[in-house]
């Protein structure tokens, strides 16, 4: 790639990251499966190369706290930031919060299209904390919208068993249509195990133990 070229991708990748809001950045590369050993990154396969945001796949990832669910979605995230796409990270309970206070403030529209428009949505901690009666309602229109338009991919993490959402979303039938929404071109991976919070050294790879001994990339938050 000519010099010029590649420093203005650069620049492109670095300002979506930025955009993403990311928590903190984790690449694939960094992402330790020798010690998450439930998900192999062959079954990642869909969803790192172009065609997450071109077949508008969506990925749900289920399991407890410090599995590495919040890391390995921002992984995915970042991966099609550098195939050209744009992405937002957002937690379940600031994007209902948002969304409501925007619903009382005649601001829904606007709010509700910066959810839209990235074409990678990262929601994170999906049942994490009690939402009030209103989150169905809110978070409906952000997953239909996104399904209808197409080729808007999501990536959701969540402590609960989706099948459980309508409960935590105080609405069964809402929990039920925005779970078939997502499914019909996505998929629920589980990550079980140990947690990378409790690590003790020398569980961890070498790589792994060094970002965490540096209290920089290993904070997974779920």
């Excluded at 955009?19 to 499966?33: C, G, H, Q």
């Amino acid at each position: 790639m000519d010099p010029s070229l590649a420093r203005r991708e650069e620049r492109r990748i670095a300002r979506e990251t930025r955009r993403a809001s990311f928590p903190y950045l984790k690449t694939l590369e960094e992402f330790d499966f020798t010690f998450q050993t439930s998900i192999r990154r062959q079954a990642l396969g869909p969803y790192l190369g172009p065609e997450l945001v071109s077949g508008g796949r969506n990925l749900i990832l289920c399991g407890p706290p410090g599995v590495g669910k919040t890391a390995l979605s921002i992984a995915l995230a970042y991966k099609a930031i550098q195939h050209g796409a744009r992405a937002r990270f957002v937690t379940c309970t600031e994007l209902i919060g948002e969304l409501v206070q925007a619903r009382a403030k005649g601001e829904w529209e606007a709010v509700l299209c910066g959810y839209l428009e990235p074409e990678v949505l990262v929601i994170d901690e999906v049942g994490y904390l009690s939402y009030g009666p209103y989150a169905a309602n809110v978070l409906f229109p952000v997953v239909d919208k996104r399904y209808l338009r197409g080729r808007r991919p999501m990536l959701l993490t969540t402590n609960k068993d989706p099948q459980e959402w309508g409960a935590v979303l105080h609405d069964a039938d809402l929990g039920a249509a925005i779970l078939d929404r997502l499914l019909h071109r996505g998929e629920i991976l589980k990550l079980v195990g140990r947690s990378y919070r409790r690590y003790r050294p020398g569980q961890l790879s070498d790589a792994a133990e060094a970002s965490a001994g540096k209290g920089g990339e290993v904070p997974e938050r779920a």
